[in-house]
């Protein structure tokens, strides 16, 4: 069976300070995965998405950056964080081809900047 | 540009009540629609999955329609439960396999 990994689970950080976020997929190849945001009172945002190691599509423009340096890896970065950035950040998966398979949500990193 | 909304923000109802939670959805040129269940502080459930060609989907008590004519979706509950108290989110799957999300409805169902 698949499994996500997502951490850290909570994570407090000051203004200026840089931001690596990771996570993997288990069980699965080539999966699509998504980097989402949620803040208070807001919809999930979608951040970065990839079909594959090295490619990155960006949504919105932001001072955040994503890598896939292997298949199954994602890191969520940024060098130096701002107050807008705090939220809850999501992780996703979905096998690639097949988008009538329904998408898989890690639990999570609730980030505050202080 | 897809836009996912879904109405109530919030409700409340007493336990047993049945109950439906609404999405509609801007474009209608969509893989699937799939509703989403999230408790606090945690990441998102798939409670269910609906392909653009079906009409519904159903998991126990939980019961999902499509019309994509009209751009919307039900969620429907039977019998709820105080543990079905959670934030509810429907999303819409495009051809660029990206996931359009609603803001969801938060339910509470009181004892």
């Known amino acids: 069976s698949q499994t996500i990994h997502q951490w850290p689970a909570t994570l407090v950080q000051p203004v200026g300070s840089p931001l690596s976020l990771e996570c993997t997929v288990e069980?699965?190849?080539?999966?699509?995965l998504y980097w989402y945001r949620q803040a208070a009172g807001r919809g999930l945002q979608l951040l970065f998405y990839?079909?594959?190691?090295?490619?990155i599509s960006s949504e919105v423009p932001q001072n955040l950056s994503a890598s896939r340096p292997q298949d199954r890896q994602f890191i969520l970065s940024s060098k130096k964080l701002l107050l807008s950035d705090s939220g809850f950040y999501l992780c996703?998966?979905?096998?690639?081809?097949?988008?009538?398979?329904?998408?898989?949500f890690g639990n999570g990193t609730r980030l505050t900047v202080t | 540009k897809q836009e996912v909304t879904q109405i109530p923000a919030a409700l409340s109802v007493p336990e047993g009540e049945n109950l439906v939670l609404n999405c509609s959805f801007t474009?209608?040129?969509?893989?699937?629609l799939q509703w989403f269940r999230q408790d606090p502080g945690k990441g998102l459930t798939s409670l269910l999955l609906?392909?653009?060609?079906?009409r519904e989907q159903t998991s126990g008590r939980l019961n999902a329609s499509l019309d994509k004519s009209s751009g919307r979706s039900t969620l429907y509950i039977a019998a709820s439960q105080p543990g079905d108290s959670a934030t509810y989110l429907c999303?819409?799957?495009?051809?660029?396999?990206?996931?359009?999300f609603g803001k969801g409805t938060k339910l509470t169902v009181n004892p």
């Open positions: 609906i392909q653009s060609s079906q």
């Open positions: 474009d209608s040129a969509i893989y699937n």
């Open positions: 990839s079909v594959g190691i090295g490619q």
């Open positions: 999303a819409a799957l495009g051809g660029s396999e990206k996931l359009v």
């Open positions: 069980g699965t190849s080539n999966p699509n």
């Open positions: 996703a998966w979905l096998f690639r081809g097949l988008p009538n398979s329904p998408l898989h």
